[in-house]
Nanobody
Framework: QVQLVESGGGLVQAGGSVRLSCAASARTFSMFAMGWFRQAPGKEREFVAAISWNDDITYYTDSVKGRFTISRDNAKNTVFLQMNSRKPEDTEVYYC?????????????????WGQGTKGTVNS
């Protein structure tokens, strides 16, 4: 069983930056593709960013391109989401997810393991 623990959420002002971290318990973390998703109150969870197992392919939803960066440190079993130029509409709960395959995906149902989420709030 893979356990994922997110951290780094909190309150920032519009235009500010924050970095989310997701620590994984899996010994084979380097073989997982990783993704970040987010969910606003009353809305469905949506894809934010994904990264392949070896860090060479990343993929973003259009609304965060140029502002967010996903990265990973396989030696530390950790994936990151750097969020810059934050907007009030970025205020959501952010979830880390792991996919039992090396290739990334934006499809939620392809991820087998999920963290509990961390809330990121942006004040206008």
């Amino acid at each position: 069983q893979v356990q994922l623990v997110e951290s780094g959420g909190g309150l920032v002002q519009a235009g500010g930056s924050v970095r989310l971290s997701c620590a994984a318990s899996a010994r084979t973390f380097s073989m997982f593709a990783m993704g970040w998703f987010r969910q606003a109150p009353g809305k469905e969870r949506e894809f934010v960013a994904a990264i392949s197992w070896n860090d060479d392919i990343t993929y973003y939803t259009d609304s965060v391109k140029g502002r967010f960066t996903i990265s990973r440190d396989n030696a530390k079993n950790t994936v990151f989401l750097q969020m810059n130029s934050r907007k009030p509409e970025d205020t959501e709960v952010y979830y880390c997810a792991a996919k039992n395959a090396p290739d990334y995906s934006r499809r939620e149902n392809e991820y087998e393991h999920w963290g509990q989420g961390t809330k990121g709030t942006v004040n206008s």
